[in-house]
T-cell receptor, first 117, second 116 residues
Framework: AQTVTQSQPEMSVQEAETVTLSCTYDTSENNYYLFWYKQPPSRQMILVIRQEAYKQQNATENRFSVNFQKAAKSFSLKISDSQLGDTAMYFCAFMKRSGGGADGLTFGKGTHLIIQP | SQTIHQWPATLVQPVGSPLSLECTVEGTSNPNLYWYRQAAGRGLQLLFY??????ISSEVPQNLSASRPQDRQFILSSKKLLLSDSGFYLC???????????????FGNGTRLTVT
């Protein structure tokens, strides 16, 4: 079974600062996917960024980037130039490579990120 | 484009009453469908998933059940609610893939269930 650990229950930074959210995972799988989801106060789950385990290059999406360390099983999210709208719960998630089945996501417990004006 | 609808948005039910939450997906065929529960202060827990009509897999044994009567309809039910069933329930879908590139999950807006 997979486990995902987010060791920071809550973080707070000033607007425009850069913040890094940590995530570690444990798995015996070699091929898998990692995701960061954002859950704003509206409670909707929004996909922020994804990383395929076979890719060495770190994924980036505008102000969001990841630092994927496969050997260390670490998958941190960096948010640059943080904005008030980035305030949300952030969940790290793991998904096995699917052979046609329906592998759901294994989520961490989340980090509550607060962007201060 | 694909959309997912989940209702009701909020529900307050007494202990022992039945439950029915509905989720429908539009714009795609034969999606994988999921029910997740998010308890206060905790991450998301996968409850059920389905790869097709009438095919339901349960991840966590409990007094909840799921059904998929139509290709794009997924229903979460209970005959008698418990206090511990309170939480935020999210429906999600993904495109099934037999290849390497899996699609991520796309979530509905959720249902906040309070059992009193």
């Amino acid at each position: 079974a997979q486990t995902v650990t987010q060791s920071q229950p809550e973080m707070s930074v000033q607007e425009a600062e850069t913040v890094t959210l940590s995530c570690t995972y444990d798995t015996s799988e070699n091929n898998y996917y990692l995701f960061w989801y954002k859950q704003p106060p509206s409670r909707q789950m929004i996909l922020v960024i994804r990383q395929e385990a076979y890719k060495q290059q770190n994924a980036t999406e505008n102000r969001f980037s990841v630092n994927f360390q496969k050997a260390a099983k670490s998958f941190s999210l960096k948010i640059s130039d943080s904005q008030l709208g980035d305030t949300a719960m952030y969940f790290c998630a793991f998904m096995k490579r699917s052979g046609g089945g329906a592998d759901g996501l294994t989520f961490g417990k989340g980090t509550h990120l607060i962007i201060q004006p | 484009s694909q959309t997912i609808h989940q209702w009701p948005a909020t529900l307050v039910q007494p202990v022992g009453s039945p439950l029915s939450l509905e989720c429908t997906v539009e714009g795609t065929s034969n999606p994988n469908l999921y029910w997740y529960r998010q308890a206060a202060g905790r991450g998301l827990q996968l409850l059920f998933y389905s790869v097709g009509i009438g095919q339901i897999s349960s991840e966590v044994p409990q007094n909840l059940s799921a059904s998929r009567p139509q290709d794009r309809q997924f229903i979460l039910s209970s005959k008698k609610l418990l206090l511990s069933d309170s939480g935020f329930y999210l429906c999600a879908w993904s495109v099934p893939s037999k290849g390497y590139r899996n699609s991520p999950l796309h979530f509905g807006n959720g249902t906040r269930l309070t059992v009193t």
